[in-house]
């Protein structure tokens, strides 16, 4: 009988075994899974539970696992602007997370004019019964968790308050692997995949380096100085933030890695694997001119790029207490040595002869010979030709 299965069902060994092997041995989605079939087995009906992680992330607003009875678990994403719509706002998550307080309510009896359109969902879906959690976390945040039942008569008294006693452990068992994430995800935002995926594997002391090879991009935007003098603060900010977004999101769709925003440049990287530099230089080239074709479908946006591929050194620098995660060396001096040419050939998509040889000669123009400060002997630099069009010209000025 389920009642008797409940009042056997031995606490002490579920919580020991919750905060510690599967704390320690399980994967959130494992400890989810495992949890609530521990919890069927005990006579509890549970039919679906989904439990959320909040992130500290510019895309996503959260992840979670979701489980359902008879497919088992599954994990989730949450993109950050669904936290402005109807699907959390006023949603039973939204008040546990708020009020740090459950949230129970019968599915059997709704009103369309009053419960969340979630509620109706799950209803429409067969659940009878719904009970949400505040997760507590030692840092102080509050995570969400549901509970849903397809028992004709819902959750029994009993049955709820076994699943509020279980919940610190079940935030026990879940906080170590939400904090990695959340600090994997903040790694991410500010230092880009690569440089988090060698923190947080131990590249953490200055001098930790290593020489790679890597097609090098620098972005500029043009006109800068002069919108800091004419626009406000927030309409600078958010030219800004328009431009790097486009930036941005260019180099993460060919795996490149964004390492810096200086003032108004973007410095990324596109390591290369196996030896072959033309697939870096090719990732790189798509790139930009992704990011310069979707600027000209906005309109005001302004910026050049530069290319080069080479050796550079990757890694921590700065002071015993205060580190950054980049590149430098000779490769780096280059590219942004090519942004002077740019700016005075009126081009805005340049690239070194090392680049250049990587891809069909009718796909770049020679602009000529430089003396590039800091660089030894003239360099020949080349202009990017995008397929079935002009060379790329930098925006605003006067055509050749």
Not at 12 to 31: C, D, M, Q
Not at 135 to 152: E, N, R
Request: hydrophobic residues 40%; proline residues 6%; glycine residues 8%.
């Amino acid at each position: 009988m389920p009642h008797q299965r409940i009042l056997d069902f031995d606490i002490l060994e579920f919580t020991t075994w919750l905060v510690g092997t599967a704390r320690v041995a399980l994967s959130p989605v494992e400890i989810v899974t495992q949890t609530c079939d521990r919890l069927v087995a005990a006579g509890i009906p549970l039919w679906r539970v989904r439990v959320g992680q909040r992130l500290i992330n510019p895309l996503l607003s959260a992840w979670g696992v979701i489980w359902m009875r008879g497919t088992g678990g599954t994990d989730y994403t949450v993109p950050r602007s669904v936290l402005a719509t109807s699907s959390y706002t006023g949603s039973p998550f939204e008040h546990v997370v708020k009020t740090r307080t459950r949230f129970y309510r019968s599915l059997r009896d709704l009103d369309p004019t009053y419960d969340h359109p979630v509620l109706l969902e799950l209803a429409a879906d067969g659940s009878t019964d719904y009970l949400a959690l505040p997760i507590v976390y030692g840092d102080g945040s509050v995570q969400g968790s549901s509970f849903t039942t397809d028992a004709p008569s819902g959750f029994t008294p009993e049955t709820i308050a076994l699943i509020e006693k279980l919940s610190p452990f079940l935030a026990a068992a879940l906080e170590p692997a939400a904090m990695r994430r959340s600090a994997e995800s903040l790694l991410r935002t500010y230092l880009g995949d690569g440089p988090a995926e060698r923190i947080a594997a131990g590249a953490i002391r200055r001098g930790d380096q290593v020489a790679i090879e890597a097609a090098v991009l620098l972005t500029d935007l043009r006109g800068y100085t002069l919108l800091s003098e004419h626009l406000p603060p927030d309409e600078l900010l958010e030219r800004l933030g328009q431009y790097q977004e486009v930036v941005v999101t260019a180099v993460r769709a060919e795996g490149g890695d964004v390492l810096k925003f200086i003032g108004d440049g973007v410095l990324a990287i596109f390591p290369v694997e196996d030896g072959e530099r033309e697939k870096a230089s090719g990732r790189a080239r798509r790139a930009l001119e992704a990011a310069l074709f979707e600027a000209e479908q906005i309109g005001g946006l302004r910026f050049v790029g530069c290319l080069h591929v080479g050796s550079v050194i990757y890694g921590n620098i700065g002071s015993p207490d205060r580190l950054d995660f980049t590149v430098v060396g000779p490769t780096v001096n280059f590219v942004c040595r090519l942004e002077a040419v740019a700016k005075s050939t009126n081009s805005a998509a340049v690239c070194s002869g090392e680049v250049a040889a990587c891809f069909p000669a009718d796909t770049t123009r020679r602009l000529g010979t430089f003396t590039l400060q800091g660089i030894p002997d003239e360099q020949a630099v080349f202009e990017l030709i995008a397929p079935d069009r002009e060379p790329w010209e930098d925006q605003g000025r006067a055509p050749r």
